[in-house]
């Protein structure tokens, strides 16, 4: 086994502190989607993935984590956006769950599976969704092997679930990242 | 937002290197199983949950990681053996992607959503499990939504999967765990 592989470690990267405003009380749904949105588009500038997250204090509203697509910064394909504002968050709270607040999670995109998957054991209470599935897949991008019911899988297990906050304007971001060509890191592609 | 939080560190527990043979090639799939196995099963000694995890290069037989759930020792709910083992791979190979060789992710259970959704994002050729849903639902843990189709699901996207391997040996760690009543981080739970 590889001797170098003792650590994992992820770095928040400074432009995030350094650029964005994460003192200020988010109330709305609209005001935390307008956060995740501007983290995702600001991280396609610093050869991030289209996508943007938050952790949000539903009763206060303020903001405990954020997270982008860092998989091609950072060399993890687990780094989803949903998954660095849960990893960081975790880490703030020292807890491995956020079930102690109210706690909601901000995502400019729907989740994929795994991203989905991962709301479900983070104790959140809340996920709040930008752009549809369908902007993700027009420029590439794959959700995975998601039921169809997924909402009310969530919903089951106690996660209230709102979709299309500000979609347009989530949906642009990807538009853009599509546009430029980025990658969509194909790692595994349906044929 | 918490100053606490710019870094996740995920360490690999000392006695993973001290107690395992992680130079010998592993050739059959049962081989393979009795290591993720063996990491379950000593990992529920040291505070961490019955599921064990390794990625395995297929054609030379060498282990590239290993991971255990270890959810509660590192405080993270996305820190399960599945994830732990496609994250220190890819430290191991600098890389977000492990389709530059004949990687499997050998998993003494089979995956919840989280992982399963991880696994089709990690790069790897194959997915073997041991023990069976069941098993781990027997002890109070949710697989989460995941569709029933899963296995073609994997497939389509080029990803070989083979299930019940050893799952005998596999659901004995599981229902040891049960007895000894340990924390199944009910974090949310089907009412």
Partial sequence: MSASAKRVVWELPAWIEAELDLTRALRSDEEKMRLAIEVARRNIDRGGGPFGAAIVNGETGAVL?????????QRSSLLHAEIAAIAFAQVALESYSL???AYELIASSEPCIQCLGATVW????????GAGVAAA??????EGPRRDDWVSQLETRGIGVRLGVLASEAEAVLAEYGKRGKPVYAVTRIP
Same sequence: chains 1, 2.
């Fill in 137 to 142: 897949e027009a420029i590439g991008f794959d």
């Fill in 99 to 101: 079930a102690s607040g």
């Fill in 65 to 73: 984590s954020v997270g982008a697509n860092w998989v091609v910064p």
């Fill in 122 to 129: 983070s104790g959140v209470r809340r996920l709040v969704c």
